[in-house]
Nanobody, 117 residues
Framework: VLLQESGPGLVKPSQTLSLTCTVS??????????WSWIRQVPGKGLEWMGTVAYSGITNYSPSLKSRTSISRDTSKNQFILHLSSVTLEDTARYYC??????????WGQGTQVTVSS
């Protein structure tokens, strides 16, 4: 299974960041996998942002819930992160990952996003 993140490397404050995770070697609708977005701010640990299950049900971090949504394009086997009203604090490396249970088993390489005016 391969996961590949894509999206803009530079976003202006207050804009909406959209990142796409393209999955190959496995379907995002296969039971019982979940698909997550995780980020790492420089100098800090990993932060889970949200998950979309094989069924399409989503779950978000309480701290980001008001600004985060995850959608899917099942025809392209992709899931997409939308993060609105970005600030400088959203500068991070963003990862997508697969979770078959409580642990992640496959990760993308990550994509760096910088928020700057």
């Amino acid at each position: 299974v391969l996961l590949q993140e894509s999206g803009p490397g530079l976003v202006k404050p207050s804009q909406t960041l959209s990142l796409t995770c393209t999955v190959s070697g496995g379907s995002i609708t296969t039971a019982y996998y979940s698909w997550s977005w995780i980020r790492q701010v420089p100098g800090k640990g990993l932060e889970w942002m949200g998950t979309v299950a094989y069924s399409g049900i989503t779950n978000y971090s309480p701290s980001l819930k008001s600004r985060t949504s995850i959608s899917r394009d099942t025809s392209k086997n992709q899931f997409i992160l939308h993060l609105s009203s970005v600030t400088l604090e959203d500068t991070a490396r963003y990862y997508c990952a697969r979770r078959p249970g409580f642990m992640y088993d496959y990760w993308g390489q990550g994509t760096q996003v910088t928020v700057s005016s």
